[in-house]
């Protein structure tokens, strides 16, 4: 049996990613974070406060992605979720595209396992796909904090 689960959801609509994390976070009783709770000014006091973290939760959930300041930021996490939606808009603005681009790369280097789930789902079926596609350890894990 697992004796921890690391979930992370990137996706552009930072909404979305929240909302998702938040119903996992409560039906699962799991600790959930943005990534903004690390970030600071200075490098060093975030690296400390990330590693502290790390070193000291094995049950959390994090939304949005430090790759660009932490090389693989959550290297141990279990699962990536990349929520997306369908959005002709973020072929057509530059920010989003590069955005994208960067959570793009972040996923697709990531060696942990990588879910795509359409983010016009409601939070159940969300829910539904992410847990049809966990490994038996972590899905009978996850079941037992459901109690």
Known sequence: ???NLIIQIIGLYEKDNRNLAKYLSKK????FLDISYFTNNNKKEMIDKYSSFILNNKDFIITGSMSELIYSSFYNRDYLIWLDKKDEEKINNNIKIHKFNS???EFVMAKSFKIIIDSNLNLKDQEKIFL??????NYDYIQGKNK
């Not at 699962?28 to 600790?31: H, R």
């Open 132 to 137: 049809s596609i966990m490994e038996k350890n």
């Open 28 to 31: 699962y009783s799991m600790i």
């Open 1 to 3: 049996m697992s004796d």
């Open 103 to 105: 959570l793009y790369k």
